[in-house]
Each structure stands twice: as C-alpha cells, then as structure tokens.
C-alpha cells in the first residue's frame, strides 16, 4: 500500500509575508505548505503569531503569539484530516528564557489531556525580529 501525500495551503514566501516583515527580504520566492499529510502523518510548518492569512498578532507578546500560533495548529490539523488529540511531537523555540512559562502556560491550555513528547529549546532568533516563538509539530491520525 502507497501512501498518498496530500499538501495544504499553499503558499509562495514571497507574497505571504507582509511588508515590513520579510516580503522584499527574500531573494528567493519558496513555495511552501501549511501542512503536508502523507498517509496518516500530518507535518506542520513551524506556526508564529502570523495567522493563517499572514497577519501578525502579539508584538513583543509571547502569550498572545503562543495563542496564534496553537489556534493554527488546531485549525491545520482539522484541514489535514486530523485533531488536536493526534499530535505526537511538539518542538517549541523561545528567543527568550523568560518566555518559557507565558508560553508553556498557553502551550498547556491547548494540549491538556494529549501527552506529546515535547522539546524546548532557547534560540537566538527566528525568522523575523518580531516573532518571539514557534511551534513546529507533528502528528498521527488514529484509527484509520
């Protein structure tokens, strides 16, 4: 049996981004997915305080960035098929150490009662000033 891989909103890096925030900094135009289901694994591309529109929410607000960011996983994971109960892995990246319990405090309310292994890690930046974390995730439908 072959899995099928199925891409979900689409996007070229180039005209997500609002200005100011990155559109005229790429040189080169990515084209990039949301989320990508192959079978019954769901990848997710990292999510921020942009929405799914590319409006940005929470400047210098790691909690409001943090709700942004879970509101769109719980959206992706929907179009993809699948639920919040699916997620597997979450890898959370703060550009702060102090962030870590605004974060994990919104982090919390999203995920009670899943369990995913989690990692967290301190980085010194992300892709834009503004963004102070991101989420990347992961995720297996159950019972298909």
Do not use: W
């Amino acid at each position: 049996m072959t899995a099928t891989t199925a891409r979900f909103r689409k996007f070229k890096t180039g005209d997500f981004y609002p200005s100011g925030m990155g559109a005229s900094e790429h040189h080169v135009q990515n084209e990039f997915s949301m989320a990508v289901r192959s079978g019954r694994r769901i990848f997710l591309r990292g999510q921020t305080g942009f929405d799914l529109d590319g409006t940005f929410h929470g400047i210098n607000n790691v909690a409001e960035q943090t709700e942004q960011a879970c509101r769109n996983v719980k959206q992706l994971l929907e179009e993809a098929g699948g639920t919040m109960e699916d997620v597997c892995k979450i890898t959370v990246y703060l550009t702060e150490r102090e962030y870590r319990s605004s974060a994990y405090a919104v982090i919390a309310e999203h995920f009670r009662g899943v369990f995913p292994c989690s990692t967290g890690l301190i980085v010194e930046g992300l892709a834009f000033p503004e963004l102070l974390m991101e989420i990347d995730v992961e995720a297996v439908v159950r019972g298909e």
